[in-house]
């Protein structure tokens, strides 16, 4: 069988285990590989909205070397800032700060969607979208 290609987005993890199980549940994705580095995750059908997510494990050396607050310290100073689809923004605070995130700060309106910010157990900040207007989300 041949392999299919598409885009997604790369996190890497201090905590392999608590990071993939934060954006499964959050993201209503599917665990479709795992190794004791990684772990891929891919939307339903693996299709869009969300394509693959590959959480993975950072390099032991390098791991020890960060501690991870509770509640974490927000990483505010990267270059780059994925975002993610979810049907409704209640639903994804119920989950994300049950698992050790939260959403946080304003909404603002694009087209068909509103959206808002949240951080993952590790302070990795994420942009979440929801559907407003009649947008849905891809099958």
Excluded: W
Aim: hydrophobic share 45%.
């Amino acid at each position: 069988m041949a392999a299919t290609i598409g885009s997604g987005t790369l996190i890497y993890a201090k905590d392999l285990a608590r990071l993939a199980a934060f954006y499964r549940q959050l993201l209503s994705m599917a665990e479709v590989h795992a190794t004791a580095e990684l772990v891929v995750l891919r939307s339903p059908a693996g299709c869009l909205p969300n394509g693959d997510l590959i959480v993975h494990q950072i390099p032991a050396h390098i791991a020890e070397t960060i501690v991870v607050a509770s509640p974490p310290e927000l990483r505010e100073d990267t270059a780059i800032k994925p975002f993610f689809a979810v049907a409704s923004f209640a639903e994804a605070q119920a989950r994300a700060s049950s698992l050790g995130g939260a959403l946080f700060g304003p909404q603002y309106q694009g087209p068909g969607f509103l959206l808002t910010n949240a951080y993952d157990p590790e302070g990795n900040i994420v942009q979440l979208r929801e559907p407003i207007d009649g947008a849905r989300l891809a099958p």
